[in-house]
Nanobody
Framework: QVQLVESGGGLVQAGGSLRLSCAAS????????MGWYRQAPGKQRELVAI???????RYADSVKGRFTISRDNAKNTVYLQMNSLKSGDTAAYYC??????????WGQGTQVVVSS
C-alpha cells in the first residue's frame, strides 16, 4: 500500500524559506519518479518539481533558482527546499507518485502561506 505523508508547511514571511518533506511507504523513492505539485485557491493543481530515478530534476519556470527537490534514500523521503518565497507561492503542496501501471498517488497535502 502506497502512502505519501507531507509535512513542513506553515506561515512564512516573503523572502523566507521552508522545507517540505514527503515520507513515502510502499515504494522506494530512489526507484521512482517523484513530484511536488501545488494548488492555490481557485486554481488548477500545477507541477512544481520532479526528480527522476537518475536524480535529474526539473522545475516549473516560476520556481527555478528558488526551489530545490531532493531525496534521502535512507529515509525514503523526498524534500522540497523553498527559498525566497513569494506571496504567489501560497498554496497547498502535494507529493506525487505515478506507478508504472498507471496508478497516481497523492499525499494529503501541506499548506504553505507566504505573507507579504
Amino acid at each position: 500500500q502506497v502512502q505519501l505523508v507531507e509535512s513542513g508547511g506553515g506561515l512564512v514571511q516573503a523572502g523566507g524559506s521552508l522545507r517540505l518533506s514527503c515520507a513515502a511507504s510502499g515504494i522506494i523513492v530512489s526507484d521512482s519518479t517523484m513530484g511536488w505539485y501545488r494548488q492555490a485557491p481557485g486554481k488548477q493543481r500545477e507541477l512544481v518539481a520532479i526528480i527522476i530515478v537518475s536524480g535529474i530534476t526539473r522545475y516549473a519556470d516560476s520556481v527555478k533558482g528558488r526551489f530545490t527537490i531532493s531525496r534521502d534514500n535512507a529515509k525514503n523521503t523526498v524534500y522540497l527546499q523553498m527559498n525566497s518565497l513569494k506571496s504567489g507561492d501560497t498554496a497547498a503542496y502535494y507529493c506525487n507518485y505515478n506507478s508504472r501501471d498507471g496508478q497516481t498517488y497523492w499525499g494529503q497535502g501541506t499548506q504553505v502561506v507566504v505573507s507579504s
